[in-house]
């Protein structure tokens, strides 16, 4: 999968997508994916989700992935834009326009090793890529 999330989808400052509540799970179902979920439980419901065959990136499940991953940059805008009108220093210097592709996102949960990847958070994986591709001079 080749795409790109525009600073829009990913890192965009919406507070009022941010407050809502995930959806609840159907019964005997898994709970919709969160930006709190680790990146293993991440890349595990991933996978499980692409093998499901051609057009898996138009599916429900896919959409519930992909938008824990954009909580999780709106989240991160939201904490730096705190973090400067605060005065306080910022990890990250993102310009208005920020992008991040998917397959450097998903390259770079896939390179965390197995533990690493069960105890890091969705969220603090993605502020590490944001870190990288963004550091401030």
Do not use: N
């Not at 709190?36 to 692409?50: D, H, K, P, T, Y």
């Not at 138009?58 to 824990?68: H, R, S």
């Not at 730096?80 to 949960?109: K, N, Y």
Request: glycine share 6%; hydrophobic share 45%; proline share 10%.
């Amino acid at each position: 999968m080749r795409a790109i999330f525009s600073a829009a989808m990913m890192l965009a400052a919406s507070s009022a997508l941010a407050a809502q509540e995930p959806p609840a799970a159907a019964p005997g179902e898994a709970p919709p994916p969160s930006q709190a979920m680790s990146v293993a439980a991440f890349l595990e419901r991933l996978g499980e989700v692409s093998r499901s065959g051609p057009g898996w990136t138009e599916t429900p499940q896919a959409a519930q992935l992909f938008e824990a991953v954009a909580g999780a940059g709106r989240a991160y805008r939201r904490d730096l834009a705190a973090r400067a009108a605060a005065g306080q220093p910022v990890e990250a210097c993102l310009p208005p326009t920020a992008e991040l592709d998917s397959d450097d996102l998903f390259a770079h949960f896939a390179g965390l090793a197995p533990e690493q990847a069960r105890r890091t958070a969705l969220a603090e994986a993605f502020a590490e890529v944001v870190r990288k591709r963004y550091p401030c001079p």
